[in-house]
């Protein structure tokens, strides 16, 4: 069976429901899925897992959450693992840029980014749509 890591950090609620999202879509199809706010994650819940999909809001100067979420992004610099990751989350006052910023990041730490979707405070069902498709691109694994 495969697994998936979903870690996230949610605030307002709309990240956590995005991380639901996927996390239901991809125990529909089979898939074992580890759902973890960021502050119960550890490097464990990423090298256990086959493919992983992480969550943050846009907070401060347009980047992902700097007290939790950016301290465990860190850690991940140096594992060099080529495994498939979706990014996710979503931005209120602020713009959609800091998704592109984190993209190059993780793909600079080794991860394969095969997809993101940054919304713009909850989901409309176009935008529930698309986050149900990048979970199915996490399905196949091989």
């Known amino acids: 069976m495969k697994k998936v890591?979903?870690?996230?950090?949610?605030?307002g609620g709309n990240v956590e429901t995005l991380a639901n999202i996927i996390?239901?879509?991809?125990?529909?199809?089979?898939?074992?899925?580890?759902?973890k706010q960021v502050s119960d994650a550890d490097i464990s819940d990423i090298s256990e897992a086959d493919a992983?999909?992480?969550?943050?809001?846009?907070?401060?100067e347009?980047?992902?959450?700097?007290?939790?979420?950016?301290?465990?992004?860190?850690k991940l610099q140096n594992?060099?693992?080529?495994?498939?990751?979706?990014?996710?989350?979503?931005?209120g006052w602020g713009q959609a840029g800091f998704i592109n910023e984190w993209e190059k990041r993780m793909n600079s730490y080794g991860f394969n980014v095969i997809g993101k979707l940054a919304i713009g405070e909850a989901p409309d069902d176009e935008q529930i749509e698309a986050l149900k498709d990048l979970s199915k691109n996490l399905i196949n694994l091989e």
């Open 5 to 11: 890591a979903i870690i996230y950090w949610s605030k």
């Open 23 to 35: 996390s239901d879509k991809l125990e529909e199809s089979g898939v074992e899925v580890n759902l």
């Open 52 to 60: 992983i999909a992480l969550g943050s809001p846009a907070m401060d």
């Open 62 to 74: 347009n980047k992902i959450e700097q007290n939790e979420m950016e301290p465990f992004i860190d």
């Open 79 to 91: 594992l060099n693992m080529n495994k498939k990751v979706v990014l996710f989350g979503s931005y």
